[in-house]
């Protein structure tokens, strides 16, 4: 699915900042560029979905008091390992974390899993997925490279860097500023958001949760927009039938009158849905049979055929009867006619009984043997062999 229709132009990040703030910003993609939609900071988390009416994707900082951040010397590839160390008395099923290590030091941030649920499963009843989500200030690691301050200062932390690598995380309460990053001008406050949206936006996850919440999020948009694409081609074609019925019906009106239109109409509309339903049963009978199985009937039924045999003629669900005009057309189902000449009758009859003993087959009828032309040397035949399936 490609990124502009799974996520559309919009991308929004939204901050749980501490002293219970919410702090949202809203970048739309033009010209392959991130630019300013709208921003704000209240204390309503009400207020914060009716700013981003419309939104159907968002991610999530949590940095608020509910969160636990160590700074542990302990460096493993292993993050599990990490947070063993950092918080040993913990039960890691109960915990959602986040590592981020340096070359000298691991950075570890927990919240609690019915906490992050809980606000997950809020912003998914107003119709908005949070496609991902961060701990605490180290989703700031995801505009490490793109930005070129040694310091960074968010809504609580100052955050030094050293080659593009986070050094050193510390509290503090901040007083606003307004700095650049990558050409987009943003406030302090702004930052762990933004960092947040460029994560989603160049599809680098940031918690490990972020594929299960990513494929949700898919499902959704593709029955959404699948739903609409529907009803939309439902209603295209409902025009569509509605003006050719109108035309149809104008000109009939202007030759026969309105009373002989609707007999007539009425009459051409059953023998439509006839032809319809009897072609659709056709197709779903040709359709039953395997392509495979016929083959294997057919080379059997040549591998058969004595050298005295001849055959003219082989049909799978020939007609039945005779077509006459203004008629449906009946096939025999499960039914193979064949005809030929025959120069032996003994010959004709052993190759009924092979015929009859092949698993596949459960009947033959003769209809015709020496009827019609008939010379010393040769005699016309036809037979039906019905199948098992």
Not at 236 to 260: A, C, K, M, P
Request: aromatic letters at 10%.
């Amino acid at each position: 699915m490609g990124q502009l229709f799974k996520y559309g132009r919009n991308y929004t990040a939204i901050e749980h900042a501490e002293k219970s703030s919410f702090i949202f910003l809203q970048l739309v993609q033009k010209k392959k560029e991130l630019q300013l939609l709208q921003k704000g900071i209240t204390d309503s988390q009400d207020q914060v979905i009716k700013n981003i009416k419309g939104q159907k994707h968002i991610f999530l900082i949590l940095n608020d008091e509910q969160i636990l951040s160590k700074k542990v010397s302990f460096l493993q590839d292993d993050e599990k390992a990490v947070v063993r160390n950092a918080f040993p008395n913990i039960s890691l099923g109960d915990f959602y974390y986040e590592v981020y290590a340096n070359q000298e030091v691991s950075f570890v941030v927990i919240a609690r899993k019915e906490t992050v649920d809980a606000i997950i499963s809020n912003y998914a009843k107003e119709g908005i997925n949070v496609i991902d989500f961060s701990l605490g200030n180290l989703v700031v690691k995801h505009i490490a490279r793109i930005q070129e301050h040694e310091q960074l200062v968010t809504t609580n932390a100052l955050i030094n860097f050293e080659h593009d690598k986070i050094q050193e995380i510390r509290k503090q309460e901040a007083q606003p500023t307004t700095l650049t990053i990558n050409d987009l001008e943003v406030s302090n406050t702004e930052v762990l958001s933004l960092a947040g949206i460029i994560s989603y936006y160049t599809q680098n996850p940031s918690s490990t949760f972020h594929t299960e919440l990513d494929k949700k999020y898919t499902q959704k948009r593709f029955f959404d927009v699948g739903l609409k694409i529907g009803l939309g081609f439902l209603l295209i074609t409902l025009l569509i039938n509605f003006f050719v019925f109108s035309h149809y019906r104008d000109q009939v009106g202007n030759l026969s009158g309105e009373l002989q239109l609707s007999a007539t109409y009425k009459n051409q509309l059953n023998k439509l849905q006839k032809e319809v339903t009897q072609k659709k049963s056709l197709v779903q009978s040709v359709n039953a049979a395997s392509h495979s199985k016929l083959s294997q009937y057919f080379d059997e039924i040549g591998l058969s055929v004595p050298t005295t045999k001849l055959l003219t003629q082989i049909h799978y669900q020939p007609k039945e009867g005779i077509q006459k005009k203004d008629k449906a057309i009946l096939f025999q189902e499960n039914k193979i006619a064949i005809k030929g000449i025959c120069k032996d009758d003994i010959t004709f009859s052993n190759w009924i009984s092979v015929l009859e003993k092949k698993e596949w087959i459960q009947g033959v009828s003769i209809l015709e043997y020496g009827i019609g032309k008939k010379t010393n040397t040769a005699a016309s035949f036809e037979f039906i062999i019905t199948t098992n399936d």
